[in-house]
């Protein structure tokens, strides 16, 4: 069955940097498309980076756009978030997620990973 | 940026009524829309996808309409396990925007 394993949270101070990763089992992981999408405590969802199943693309919402980088290492069945100049709004729990293709939809979540940004 | 509009915002309802949440967008989306259910300390499930179309394993009292700018997901007769907080999400040109949430609670 798919697996979305997230690790590499924590409590980093502003300015800080964190690498999030997200081992993925039980599907052909270098054929799908993968999201990354946080949830503030109390909050909604925000959707905020994706990658192209070969890596050639990413993109990625304005209010992390230059701060994160999303990749994903196709031999190693993991996907990453570099998340660079973090500021106390990024507090949140972080999910890697997989592409349901031709649907814009999203089929399975990692349980996700708390990053907190506090001094 | 695609804005998505969820009301209401908390629905209060009983086991067995007929449950209906609206999803607007601030543009045409065609059919690009999927609702999730979230339970607390859970991550989110996905119920329909392409507006309308059934997640396997989803039980059938679910179901979506709608296209453009107006969306619909309705419970046909609530059962214990659906109260939770359902999410619409809109897809557009490689960006994805969710709805702010509704919270359906026990009346």
């Known amino acids: 069955q798919v697996q979305l394993v997230e690790s590499g949270g924590g409590v980093v101070q502003p300015g800080g940097s964190l690498r999030l990763s997200c081992a993925a089992s039980g599907f052909t992981f270098s054929s799908y498309g993968m999201h990354w999408v946080r949830q503030a405590p109390g909050k909604g969802l925000e959707w905020l980076t994706f990658?192209?199943?070969?890596?050639?693309?990413?993109y990625y919402v304005d209010s992390v756009k230059g701060r994160f980088t999303i990749s994903r290492d196709n031999s190693k069945n993991t996907l990453y978030l570099q998340m660079n100049s973090l500021r106390a709004e990024d507090t949140a729990v972080y999910y890697c997620?997989?592409?349901?293709?031709?649907?814009?939809?999203?089929?399975?979540w990692g349980q996700g990973t708390l990053v907190t940004v506090s001094s | 940026d695609i804005q998505m509009t969820q009301s209401p915002s908390t629905l209060s309802a009983s086991v067995g009524d007929r449950v209906t949440i609206t999803c607007r967008a601030s543009?045409?989306?065609?059919?690009?829309l999927a609702w999730y259910q979230q339970k607390p300390g859970k991550a989110p499930k996905l119920l329909i996808y392409?507006?309308?179309s059934l997640e396997s394993g989803v039980p059938s009292r679910f179901s979506g309409s709608g296209s453009g700018t107006e969306f619909t997901l309705t419970i046909s007769s609530l059962q214990p396990d659906d109260f939770a907080t359902y999410y619409c999400?809109?897809?557009?040109?490689?960006?994805?925007?969710f709805g702010q949430g509704t919270n359906v609670e026990v009346k």
């Open positions: 543009q045409s989306i065609g059919d690009w």
């Open positions: 997620a997989k592409t349901l293709p031709a649907t814009g939809a999203i089929d399975f």
């Open positions: 999400q809109q897809y557009n040109s490689y960006s994805w925007t």
């Open positions: 990658i192209w199943s070969d890596a050639r693309n990413s």
């Open positions: 392409k507006a309308s």
